[in-house]
């Protein structure tokens, strides 16, 4: 899991730079986002890194650096990880990590999505409080009442709301019923159509930006749906600054991946206590300095290994994106496919998603019917894989 603003503290990188090469690599992606990354992560006090322009590129820069350290060699990731995902500006981490863009594509990116989302919140004063307990539905109506935007649903008795500084001292005025209302320490109402300039902006350089399709299952925050293909991937971090993140649907999807460890990159914390409250029964580690390697990598042995995510396995599990109705596009059992080929679609009342299929092979078994419901995260077909 891959955090959002937010959850940056002064000084949190520190530790990470004595590792050898990191303080380097830190240094380089701070020449590609055009500021000093190092000093703002070891440095700088906390109004500084709160601002949105230095935040976001610092949360990506150092999650992608720490990953380095998560694996003997970079490239395991993508064999041993059963999925990724991140919450909001952490998304664009999980794109990186996940090969759909590249680190210096990623910081390009975060740098002007930060500024862009900065220069919005400018426009009047906004921000984010967020709501903790309280019923799910009368919590939703209380925010919308004030005229605010439930931008986060973040499962776990915790939903975050955004809109202008005026709304927010209404809501904290009057809360819901058992809800305790907490400001959080961001610029602006993101997530919101507070940020539609920063989508316009961000499209736009979306379109000149080359991907890669997921060399790991990637759960979006939109959704909970587990996208493959690297331009979706790019559309759905686009459309996210002005839409709300369904972090609840992304933890739902995880445990119909059967998800057994997690582990938040850093600056982790935040999303960890949500999985606690809401993955019962899953090991979850925040690494939050170089002292949780140890535990990190046992944990990447004994769940890529429980979990059946095997360097050459028997048969691939591949998985619907989305919740809806599958149609077959492929139905012969002992059908070989190609890496990448449309196998099924999934419809929803507005979209129809691509079941992908991430690896050739065989089809061995069809888990389900032409025509049945399915949900995101469910294993639809068992792939036996290519030889050689």
Known sequence: MCPGQGSQTPGFLTPWLDIP????????LSAVAGMDLVRHGTESDEETIKDTAIAQPLIVASGLVSLLALFEHPADGFRLVGAGAGHSVGEITAAAAGGVISAEQAMVFVRERGRAMAEASAVQPTGMSAVMGGDPDEVIATIERHGLTPANINGAGQVV?????????????????KARVIPLKVAGAFHTEHMAPAVDLLDRYAKAMSTHDARVPLV????????????????RLVSQVSNPVRWDLTMQTFTELGVTGIIEVPPAGALTGLAKRA??????????SPDDLEQAHRMVKEHAVSGGVAQD???RLVISPAKGMVSFTATEVGAQVETGSVIATVGTLRDSYDVVA???????????EDGDPVSPGQPIVRLHPQEG
């Open 21 to 28: 090469g990191l303080r380097e690599r830190m240094g380089w």
């Open 161 to 177: 709301a955004a809109g202008t500084m005026d709304q927010l001292a209404a809501l904290a005025a009057e809360p819901p019923a």
């Open 313 to 315: 396995p028997t048969w």
């Open 279 to 288: 993955l019962k029964g899953v090991e979850i580690l925040a690494l939050k």
């Open 220 to 235: 979006s925050n939109r959704d909970g749906a587990v996208v493959h293909s690297g331009r979706e991937v790019l559309r």
């Open 358 to 368: 991430p690896h050739g092979g065989r089809i061995v078994e069809w888990l389900v």
